[in-house]
């Protein structure tokens, strides 16, 4: 009934019911010739007499995940996807959508089409559009509150986040969960459809669950989340989107969520979305390796050190359900990291992210030690001790005698050089890093650092790990701060040299907050502690170029007992974990200033902004020759999963590309002058200029 070559089959069962199997590999995408080709079968099918009812149904029991990748940024041709639904809707036959493994964004619309929809266990179903700057645009806002109610919409579609096929069948978005093969099971429901004469009701015209919805609901649900989307366009028109659905006739409605996917289609966050979720998949790829090379199975693992970090480490072990040892050198401090392990999983479960069982069952894979021999048999150990080059350098001389061939030695340092790690081990192509970010089992980024010996396959199992456990990792060599550290220091150092320049902590956090990042440096740091940057600062002072401008402000307040949060005191004076402006930290800057001679002026936020982010491009671009980062790209996945970020800003090699490196390069240059030696340009940053301009000129 189809040419050989169409991305849509269709074959007709004897029971009269047409199997429409949509095959575009390699995970049957939403392309532009799919929604051509299930058009025409759609219609053909219910054009011929011979048809009973209709079964929609993806190769492999894959259905549709969304829109083709490889059409993203590309014009619309053919029919769109509200084409395509708007046939499966006016059917006069039944249709039958039999979703496996996933059902995500369009393709979760074109199930929404059909009269009814069954669904494997494992099946993923959600509308995931925010997380790329867009909301569903073929009735996805209008269709799923008719279902699941206005309330279970705002969420779903607003976090993107998919149901199970359980949470699914509960909320009335799949009829059935089946076992068993797909297509039979798909056929069965459709005959007892047919049987049964059950009525072909499209989702378009219920109502029932959005009649009388309480106004204040949306109204709610923005201030609820109006720090999290601060300066996001994509959530605020979801919300907008699904209040028409509940309040205007559906044509009304329909129409503006259309008119509301386009402004975002063709916003600029939008385009930052999109360059974040393709360097995401670009940072997995590592140049030089040998296609096939296979990561090392990682059945079992062990964590050295049971605090903050050891034991976030050990929980995203256990999360993945990976049994894991986790060790410590006395009793007491393997009961206070057991105890903090149980509290952060009573937290989740307390919130409702977690389920008492899945922590149950997360808990008990994790023991405890106090014996390294206990760790030999593990395939991978994450050192998480304290940070100091001799303690380190004990463990891995531990580890190295105690564990078996083959097993990855990773260490969690965010400072040290792992190539003095490794030496003190007898396999030093197996030591690598495993740089995890605090809280270790929230944070997404991972970032794994190369040492001048570390082999191969060590390299491919640990990013290989990364996935298995959740994390975005991105490789990096084995330099001072790695990558997202080193720019860190230079993004804190100009702030401070702002403070000194006639900015205020509270100004400064505020303008970057209003960028996109959720927090401001100084209420990170605070948040964090300051005398851990005290105490490195320190120990590095010996090793300090004294000719290079250096600011004291964080010194002196520590010296006044001043430490954040904790001690009430920091940046900010606390009322429980609540800052707010301290005239004494400002008297205290004045005085800075007035000691280095600097005369203060009037600094205004986007001035803040641009002279932060143009630093971090310009450190980032170092990194990148220096060969510290494989690409500009895998710097934005870095600070996006690791350092807040703004998502939709692209990060801060992407932001100094739409700025335009000539902008960037003019910046650099005028604070090279006014500044000295730590505004140097990157050394390829006056070509790049130099190439904008003439790609401006043309």
């Not at 149950?360 to 405890?368: F, H, K, N, V």
């Not at 494989?630 to 998502?647: K, M, N, T």
Request: aromatic residues 6%.
């Amino acid at each position: 009934m189809n040419p050989s070559d169409a991305t849509v089959q269709t074959r007709l069962d004897a029971a009269g019911i047409a199997v429409l199997t949509i095959a575009n590999p390699p995970v049957n995408a939403m392309s532009m010739a799919v929604r051509r080709d299930l058009l025409a079968a759609v219609q053909s099918a219910c054009a011929d007499p011979a048809v009973k009812a209709i079964v929609l149904i993806g190769a492999g029991d894959r259905f549709i995940p969304g829109a083709d990748i490889r059409e993203f940024g590309k014009p619309l041709t053919g029919p769109s996807g509200r084409d395509v639904i708007a046939a499966l809707e006016a059917s006069p036959k039944p249709v039958v959508a039999a979703l496996g493994v996933h059902a995500l964004g369009g393709g979760l619309e074109i199930a929404l089409g059909c009269h009814f929809r069954i669904a494997t266990p494992d099946c993923k179903i959600g509308l995931p559009e925010v997380q790329l700057g867009l909301l569903p645009g073929a009735g996805g806002t209008q269709r799923l509150p008719r279902l699941v109610g206005a309330a279970r919409a705002l969420e779903l579609i607003t976090t993107g986040k998919p149901m199970t096929a359980q949470e699914a069948l509960t909320a009335g978005v799949v009829d059935e969960v089946v076992g068993g093969a797909l297509l039979d099971a798909a056929l069965s429901f459709a005959r007892r459809v047919l049987a049964e004469g059950r009525p072909l009701t499209r989702v378009s015209e219920r109502d029932e669950r959005i009649r009388n919805i309480d106004p204040t609901l949306f109204s709610d649900f923005r201030a609820q989340h109006a720090k999290r989307w601060r300066g996001q366009l994509a959530p605020q028109r979801i919300v907008a989107c699904i209040e028409a659905a509940c309040t205007r006739p559906w044509a009304e409605a329909y129409a503006l969520e259309l008119a509301a996917f386009d402004e975002c289609k063709a916003s600029a966050q939008r385009a930052a979305l999109i360059h974040v979720f393709n360097a995401e998949r670009e940072a997995a790829r590592i140049p030089g390796l040998s296609a096939d090379l296979q990561p090392q199975a990682i059945r079992s693992a062990a964590v050295v050190g049971a605090g903050t970090m050891g034991g976030g480490i050990a929980m995203c072990f256990a999360n993945a359900g990976i049994p894991v040892w986790l060790l410590d050198a006395t009793p007491e401090a393997l009961a206070r990291g057991r105890s903090l392990i149980e509290k952060n999983y009573a937290t989740s479960v307390a919130r409702g992210s977690l389920a008492r069982p899945k922590a149950d069952q997360a808990l008990a894979l994790i023991t405890g030690t106090l014996e390294y021999s206990a760790l030999s048999d593990a395939d991978i150990v994450v050192e998480a001790a304290f940070e100091d080059m001799a303690v380190k350098q004990e463990v891995f001389r531990q580890l190295d005698a105690v564990m078996k061939p083959g097993a990855v030695l990773a260490t969690n340092t965010s400072t040290l050089d792992i190539d003095k790690i490794a030496a003190v081990t007898t396999r030093a192509g197996q030591v690598i890093g495993a740089h995890f970010f605090s809280p270790a089992n929230v944070m997404k980024l991972l970032e794994v650092v190369r040492a001048k010996l570390t082999n191969p396959q060590t390299v491919v199992t640990t990013m290989a790990l990364a996935r298995t456990i959740g994390k975005t990792a991105v490789l990096s060599g084995n330099a001072d701060g790695f990558i997202g550290n080193r720019i860190l220091a230079v993004y804190g150092r100009e702030c401070d040299f702002l403070l000194e320049e006639g900015a205020t902590p509270w100004q400064v956090d505020r303008a970057l907050q209003g960028f996109g990042f959720p927090m401001g440096l100084y209420l990170m740091r605070d948040m964090a502690g300051l005398d851990v940057g005290w105490r490195i600062r320190k120990y590095r002072e010996q090793f300090r170029d004294k000719r290079l401008r250096y600011s004291p402000i964080a010194d002196r307040l520590c010296e006044l007992g001043r430490f954040g949060q904790k001690t009430g005191a920091g940046y900010y004076r606390y009322e429980g974990r609540v800052g707010s402006p301290d005239p004494a930290v400002e008297a205290l800057i004045e005085q800075v200033s007035r000691e280095l001679k600097i005369e203060r002026r009037a600094i205004g936020d986007d001035e803040i902004v641009e002279r932060v982010l143009t630093a971090m491009a310009n450190e980032g671009l170092k990194i990148v020759g220096e060969g510290i980062a494989l690409r500009e790209s895998d710097i934005d996945v870095a600070y996006v999963h690791g350092y807040g970020f703004p998502r939709h800003q692209g990060g801060p090699m992407y932001w100094a590309a739409r700025h335009g490196w000539a902008q960037v390069f003019d910046t650099v240059s005028r604070l090279h002058a006014s500044q000295g030696p730590l505004w140097a340009p990157a050394p390829q940053l006056a070509e790049m200029a130099r190439r904008a301009r003439a790609h401006e000129l043309h």
